[in-house]
């Protein structure tokens, strides 16, 4: 069964960086095709996407915040962290890591979400 | 980017009801490959979505038979043949036929 958990702060600045980290079991990011990646939901808005990591370490991200993110992923620990810089009150929402199977390209697993607050 | 575009953004309908929601991509998502790189998720208030839908018409395991979806090139569609009370939520569609993945802006179904 695959679980993801997503953890991080509740509440950062403007300007500050963000740093989510996705904690997952059930599969293995060096099984060749599985990816696992960010989404995120403003309050009552639609789903965007930020950015996806494939087992072979190959990385994907939005073009509109391609300069604001980086993503990694820690094998040994069955992690993935997202970093986002310059917050700003617009990225409010909440965050989602999920994983993919290249050859299905769905997002067939997700976590709970984790609740971001971007305010001074 | 591929813009995908949601009809109704809203639509109340009865138990028992067809329900079809519609999704268009602002240009084809056809692949000679696997069909369409079109998904459909399901998401109740204050949880995270849930895969219905992959590849156009696949339904995931534990999915209701009652949903379907069918469509390619740039228009598809998700059906409830018989909408039920728990099938109360907003629907999206995605497309994953290329990067930057995107999401329509939701389809939320409620119950008359």
């Known amino acids: 069964q695959i679980t993801l958990k997503e953890s991080g702060p509740a509440l950062v600045k403007p300007t500050q960086t963000l740093t989510l980290t996705c904690t997952f079991s059930g599969f293995s990011l060096t099984t060749s095709g599985v990816g696992v990646g960010w989404i995120r939901q403003s309050p009552g808005q639609a789903l965007e996407w930020l950015a996806l990591i494939y087992w072979d370490d190959d990385k994907r991200y939005s073009p509109s915040l391609r300069s604001r993110l980086t993503i990694t992923k820690d094998t040994s620990r069955n992690q993935v962290v997202l970093t986002m810089t310059n917050m700003d009150l617009v990225d409010t929402g909440t965050y989602y890591c999920v994983h993919e199977i290249y050859s299905d390209s769905c997002f067939d697993s997700w976590g709970p979400g984790t609740r971001v607050t971007v305010s001074s | 980017d591929i813009q995908m575009t949601q009809s109704p953004s809203s639509l109340s309908a009865s138990v028992g009801d067809r329900v079809t929601i519609t999704c268009r991509a602002s240009?084809?998502?056809?692949?000679?490959?696997?069909?369409?790189?079109l998904n459909w998720y399901q998401q109740k208030p204050g949880k995270a979505p849930y895969l219905l839908i992959s590849?156009?018409?696949r339904l995931q395991s534990g999915v209701p038979s009652r949903f379907s979806g069918s469509g390619s090139g740039t228009d598809f569609t998700l059906t409830i043949s018989s909408l039920r009370p728990e099938d109360s939520a907003t629907y999206f569609c995605?497309?994953?036929?290329?990067?930057?993945?995107?999401f329509g802006q939701g389809t939320k179904v409620e119950i008359k």
């Open positions: 995605q497309q994953s036929y290329t990067f930057p993945r995107t």
């Open positions: 590849a156009t018409s």
């Open positions: 240009q084809s998502i056809n692949s000679y490959l696997v069909g369409s790189y």
